[in-house]
């Protein structure tokens, strides 16, 4: 069993920057890929950003490439998501998840394990 715990959500200004951060527990995330998905308002739950195991392949929605950058730490069992250039539309619960199979996938329904999301408000 994997738990998944994302920190670092808050209100920022557009233009201005977050950093989430999720920590994982109950196993080694070091082989596995990882990845970021949000849900705002009355939406469904979409793609943000994937990383491969490794970290040397990343794949990113369109509507943040070039603003936001994962990361991860297997040493420290966490991944990351550095935010920049926010934007009133970023706003939603952003969950981490993990992906025991081993391709680098934007579907959520290929995900395992979830974390229980952490709020993100860009007020413009």
């Known amino acids: 069993q994997v738990q998944l715990v994302e920190s670092g959500g808050g209100l920022a200004q557009a233009g201005g920057s977050l950093r989430l951060s999720c920590l994982a527990s109950?196993?080694?995330?070091?082989?596995?890929?990882m990845g970021w998905f949000r849900q705002a308002p009355g939406k469904e739950r979409v793609f943000v950003a994937a990383i491969s195991s490794s970290g040397g392949r990343t794949v990113y929605a369109d509507s943040v490439e070039g603003r936001f950058t994962i990361s991860r730490d297997n040493a420290k069992n966490t991944e990351y998501l550095q935010m920049s250039s926010l934007k009133p539309e970023d706003t939603a619960v952003y969950y981490c998840a993990l992906d025991l199979h081993g391709i680098l996938t934007t579907i959520p329904s290929r995900y395992d394990y979830w974390g229980q999301g952490t709020q993100v408000t860009v007020s413009s």
């Open positions: 109950g196993r080694s995330i070091g082989s596995y890929i």
